[in-house]
């Protein structure tokens, strides 16, 4: 049996709320909802990502591993912004992606939410 690696972002809200940034089990590793501050929707996402990034790499993943994404909007209208930020980085991986328009986030004034999961292709 694999073992289970949990990755901490140290956010105040793992331990409040009971999750994990990331979770690692053999060579599959799934990120939990990520969000970021910023000015829009795309700098939001550019800044999620990059959270993504930080805990895909602490799992032994990168971003060429990512097989799925979902992304979560409070304003679909923004979905070229967002999809933009995602294409920046997975144009080459072309990864399955579902975006969805959602009533709102943990915080106001936060527009998007992204997790992934990855499929570790190297050996760890």
Request: glycine letters at 8%; proline letters at 2%; hydrophobic letters at 45%.
């Amino acid at each position: 049996m694999s073992k289970r690696r949990n990755v901490s972002s140290a956010s105040p809200w793992e331990d409040q709320v009971g999750y994990s940034r990331a979770v690692r089990i053999g060579k599959h590793v799934a990120v939990a909802g990520t969000t970021a501050p910023g000015d829009g929707a795309y700098a939001q996402a550019k800044a999620a990502l990059a959270k993504i990034g930080d805990a895909l790499r602490e799992a032994g993943a990168s971003f060429e591993d990512v097989v799925r994404t979902r992304m979560f909007v409070t304003d679909i209208t923004q979905w070229e912004a967002v999809g933009r930020a995602h294409a920046e980085i997975f144009k080459n991986v072309r990864p399955a992606a579902t975006m969805v328009e959602v009533s709102q986030l943990i915080g106001k004034d936060l527009l998007v939410e992204i997790e992934v999961d990855a499929i570790i292709s190297k050996k760890a």
